[in-house]
């Protein structure tokens, strides 16, 4: 199961961009952000590859999800527009976001070349 953050969740593992400027990731494992809402289709077909990834890479990638009905203001923090949005945390170096329902295939790429990791 995935965890949903809220803004002060999100701030004690992400980001507290309260206190901090520029970027600085809290955590020590990479993770990835699925910005989302019950009511988007495109979302609901993300979900269990989310889920099948969070099972497939164990403990090397952590996967959170920001409900941007609930968090209106990550959503905003972090400008998201349209959902599903993806936010691809490296331990090290800035984040970068994808858009859309992306395939599976996609996703793995994403997590070898932005987060650094592999299977």
Not at 21 to 42: L, N, S, V
Not at 65 to 80: D, M, P, R, S
């Amino acid at each position: 199961m995935l965890e949903h953050l809220t803004v002060d969740t999100f701030k004690s593992k992400v980001f507290n961009y309260v206190d901090n400027k520029e970027w600085k990731y809290e955590g020590k494992t990479p993770c990835m952000i699925d910005f989302y809402a019950d009511w988007c289709q495109p979302c609901k077909m993300v979900a269990p590859i989310l889920e099948e990834l969070q099972a497939e890479y164990g403990d090397k990638i952590i996967i959170y999800k920001v409900n941007t009905e609930e968090q209106q203001e990550l959503a905003a923090v972090f400008g998201v527009q349209s959902i599903p949005s993806l936010l691809f945390v490296p331990a090290e170096g800035q984040p970068q976001m994808a858009q859309g329902a992306l395939p599976k295939e996609t996703f793995k790429k994403a997590i070898a070349d932005v987060l650094k990791v592999t299977e």
